[in-house]
């Protein structure tokens, strides 16, 4: 069923007619410190930059480049770059020098604006000497060409810019799990027809509030955060830094939130920090008692508000929601790509059945090749690469279809379930084929795995390399031993023969985005993993029990 849509800039102005005095971004400047920005004063800043832009006299749709954490001015120097007529170019901003660089000069980039960052000085370097960059309110302290108060004292424009839905309102780069990022060119249409198709599903509101944290540069935040608030009026608050997160949290308490798994994780192994995980299943099975240690849980994090509760980019494990089901919250499962604006599959409230990912979303299209790979289309489908039609003709089937890669299943009611990737699929040294997204999601379920990573290619078995958390009790090293050897028979018992782990190493390293080991979005690196791992990957296939603190 064709969805009706309306544009990014068109619904924004008719939002600041409506409620010009409403709240619409919330931005910590410390402490308790906040600064409100209503729709007003939202549609303001951005007009005057937007004039500043024109009177730069750039070609129409020129790529402006927007580096920064997430914060107010993100979204106004976005609605500045539309309005001005031109395109966005959104950077992570953890990125190397390096990969500024290659981004940069990749999308060709006019202009940068620079706002909230953690070590600008390691970055600056990527930025090329004949790019102007523009600071924003936040940005750090350096030698920045122009400053947002000199784009604040032109005068704001008059009109009210409304794109065609096909001219292109963004390039956004892959984070680049498996090389060099891509870029993702979407139109306006994409963006609106999305926006409008996912915020219909789950009838939110000028009511309701938002905590943005996660990278606003990735499609997931750029659509549940950015766009999502445009299109129902939701107030956004701003995430101040990782100390603040939890305070940050509570400030907002938020009625929607979008996360990754690793961050619902990180709030369970908060809780059991305070209290024993034995001691809090015992309490929550109480008759009545039950519910309302739930709701207290809830309330301490800040999430006692939460209605809509979703989680994106990686399978969750099941034994994950279904605690967060007996503290009362259902969180539900989101499946996208950035090459579809995150616009695929989503379980609707009340519908949740755990293993499976949920329906399409209105007006999208879904097959199963006969390589059993996912393939969607919908008005949300990506353009293209930027300069790159030969990846793209590898991507999109000649009919318009986006070859997501994922292998999937579909029930008899529609909705669908990941069973790996297509790419990741390795050939053990005995011929058997072993997809490694399932196993990894099982033995996630551990309390004590935070991050695994199953690998095998070439091997005898399949191994399972693994980052415990340092939550929860100091388990001695014989105990916690003890636990994993159990634990990897349990999970062993349920696979086939050819998928089943030899080993179970725990290494001592930190997988993190600034080591290399993660993507901006929490995802990991498998080819990284494996190098480093790989000249030991022998040794310890010869063994046949969990290793423990390997470097």
């Known amino acids: 069923?064709?969805?009706?849509?309306?544009?990014?800039?068109?619904?924004?102005?008719?939002?600041?007619?409506?409620?010009?005095r409403k709240p619409f971004l919330v931005q910590p400047v410390g402490g308790d410190e906040v600064q409100t920005l209503t729709w007003a004063e939202v549609g303001h800043q951005a007009r005057c930059a937007a004039h500043w832009l024109r009177a730069r006299e750039l070609p129409q749709g020129s790529h402006v480049a927007l580096i920064s954490k997430n914060c107010a001015h993100w979204i106004i120097a976005d609605l500045a770059i539309w309005m001005a007529g031109h395109v966005s170019v959104p950077l992570y901003p953890n990125l190397t020098a390096d990969s500024v660089a290659h981004v940069l000069k990749h999308s060709e980039a006019a202009l940068v604006f620079i706002g909230k960052l953690d070590d600008w000085p390691a970055m600056a370097p990527g930025v090329p000497a004949d790019v102007p960059t523009i600071g924003l309110p936040l940005c750090p302290a350096g030698d920045l060409d122009f400053s947002w108060t000199e784009l604040q004292a032109c005068s704001p424009i008059q009109d009210q810019p409304l794109p065609a839905a096909s001219d292109l309102a963004t390039i956004i780069y892959t984070s680049g799990t498996t090389g060099l990022p891509k870029g993702v060119m979407h139109s306006f249409g994409a963006l609106g027809f999305a926006a409008t198709g996912g915020t219909e599903l789950f009838g939110l509101g000028e009511g309701d509030r938002l905590l943005s944290y996660l990278p606003l540069c990735h499609v997931a935040e750029r659509m549940f955060v950015e766009l999502a608030a445009i299109y129902t009026g939701?107030?956004?608050?701003?995430?101040?830094?990782?100390?603040?997160?939890?305070?940050?949290l509570r400030r907002a308490r938020p009625t929607a939130l979008f996360g990754v798994p690793r961050i619902w994780t990180k709030f369970q192994m908060g809780v059991y920090g305070k209290i024993p995980a034995t001691r809090l299943e015992r309490l929550l099975r109480l008759p009545f008692i039950g519910k309302r240690v739930g709701r207290r849980v809830l309330a301490g994090l800040g999430l006692d508000a939460l209605r809509i509760a979703l989680s994106g980019a990686a399978p969750v494990p099941e034994a994950l929601l279904r605690w967060y089901q007996r503290l009362g919250l259902d969180v539900l499962e989101v499946y996208g790509m950035t090459e579809s604006c995150g616009y695929s599959h989503v379980c609707r409230p009340g519908q949740q059945t755990i293993g499976w990912i949920g329906l399409p979303c209105p007006g999208v299209e879904v097959r199963i090749d006969p390589l059993g790979e996912v393939q969607v289309r919908s008005g949300a489908t990506m353009l293209g690469y930027f300069k790159d039609p030969e990846k793209t003709a590898e991507t999109l089937t000649p009919d318009g279809f986006l070859r997501t890669g994922d292998k999937g299943e579909q029930d008899a009611e529609g909705r669908l379930r990941l069973t790996g990737r297509l790419k990741e699929i390795f050939k053990t040294s005995k011929g058997k084929y072993v997809a490694p997204a399932p196993i990894e999601n099982r033995l996630a379920e551990h309390a004590r795995i935070e991050q695994v990573c199953v690998v095998g290619d070439g091997l005898p078995a399949p191994m399972g390399l693994c980052v415990l958390s340092a939550a929860g009790p100091a388990d001695a090293r014989q105990?916690?031993?003890?636990?994993?050897?159990?634990?990897?028979?349990?999970?062993?018992?349920?696979?086939?023969?050819?998928?089943?782990?030899?080993?179970?190493?725990?290494?001592?390293d930190s997988w993190a985005v600034e080591n290399g080991f993660l993507t901006p979005t929490l995802k990991i690196r498998r080819n990284v993993i494996e190098s480093t791992y790989g000249p030991q990957f022998q040794v310890w296939s010869e063994r046949t029990e969990v290793i423990l603190w390997q470097d």
Do not use: C, I
């Open 479 to 508: 105990a916690l031993h003890g636990s994993l050897e159990r634990w990897l028979e349990q999970v062993n018992a349920a696979l086939d023969k050819h998928e089943r782990l030899r080993q179970l190493v725990v290494v001592k």
């Open 234 to 248: 939701q107030t956004v608050y701003f995430a101040e830094s990782l100390e603040t997160f939890l305070r940050d």
């Open 1 to 20: 069923m064709p969805v009706a849509f309306r544009l990014p800039l068109q619904v924004f102005f008719e939002r600041e007619a409506r409620h010009p």
